[in-house]
């Protein structure tokens, strides 16, 4: 996994590599070592795999590529690797969607996670409300709060009632904590 990561999606960034390696990834999601567990982790491979998947499907979602276009327009220009990635969604999640029911808690939060974020994507705007109950499940039941925060989030996107304010709300890029207020971008870099 570590390889995986390093490779393909080296500091969040979406590469010529990472679309084959998550279409890879996602065919792997059903073989039956998958549910082996990680040594020294107890969580099943496939958990592992779709919190990958989830990760990367957030590195090119609409609030993310939002916050590039800002810095690098055209990103999303027809034939870029952002683009191109972004086109799977709708394959990543005809892969991940059998594990919304999965009998392992870490498997199903994670392919909810995975669900949520991919679910951005126009052409699968008709899940959205059979994801809702997925998305409530995460926010009363998740101790973790990024998973929580991408629930909430897809709940307020979509028009449903949320509870409370928006939880593990991420710092923004030019405001973390030892930030002077400049971006990591603006001059004088």
Same mark, same amino acid.
Not at 97 to 117: K, T
Not at 126 to 137: C, F, G, M
Not at 149 to 171: C, S
């Given at each position: 996994?570590?390889?995986?990561?390093?490779? !393909?999606?080296?500091?969040?960034?979406?590469?010529?590599?990472?679309?084959?390696?998550?279409?890879?990834?996602?065919?792997?999601?059903?073989?039956?070592?998958?549910?082996?567990?990680?040594?020294?982790?107890?969580?099943?491979?496939?958990?592992?795999?779709?919190?990958?998947?989830?990760? !990367?499907?957030?590195?090119?979602?609409?609030?993310?590529?939002? #916050?590039?276009?800002?810095?690098?327009?055209?990103?999303?220009?027809?034939?870029?690797?952002?683009?191109?990635?972004?086109?799977?969604?709708?394959?990543?999640?005809?892969?991940?969607?059998?594990?919304?029911?999965?009998?392992?808690?870490?498997?199903?939060?994670?392919?909810?996670? /995975?669900?949520?974020?991919?679910?951005?994507?126009?052409?699968?705007?008709?899940?959205?409300?059979?994801?809702?109950?997925? /998305?409530?499940?995460?926010?009363?039941?998740?101790?973790?709060?990024?998973? #929580?925060?991408? /629930?909430?989030?897809?709940?307020?996107?979509?028009?449903?009632? !949320?509870?409370?304010?928006?939880?593990?709300?991420?710092?923004?890029?030019?405001?973390?904590?030892?930030?002077?207020?400049?971006?990591?971008?603006?001059?004088?870099?």
């Amino acid at each position: 996994m570590s390889e995986l990561v390093e490779t !393909v999606n080296h500091q969040n960034s979406i590469y010529e590599a990472t679309a084959p390696a998550a279409l890879y990834v996602a065919g792997i999601l059903t073989h039956p070592a998958a549910a082996n567990l990680r040594a020294y982790r107890n969580v099943p491979i496939r958990a592992t795999l779709l919190n990958w998947l989830a990760s !990367v499907a957030y590195d090119a979602s609409d609030e993310t590529v939002g #916050r590039i276009e800002r810095y690098f327009p055209g990103s999303l220009t027809p034939g870029t690797i952002m683009a191109a990635f972004r086109g799977l969604r709708p394959t990543l999640y005809r892969a991940v969607a059998p594990f919304l029911q999965d009998g392992h808690e870490d498997v199903r939060e994670a392919a909810v996670v /995975a669900a949520l974020i991919l679910a951005e994507h126009p052409a699968l705007a008709e899940h959205r409300d059979h994801l809702v109950v997925h /998305a409530r499940r995460v926010l009363d039941t998740s101790g973790h709060g990024p998973d #929580r925060r991408v /629930a909430w989030n897809a709940l307020a996107a979509w028009g449903h009632d !949320v509870p409370g304010p928006e939880p593990f709300r991420e710092e923004p890029w030019d405001c973390g904590p030892h930030s002077d207020g400049r971006g990591d971008l603006e001059p004088p870099f």
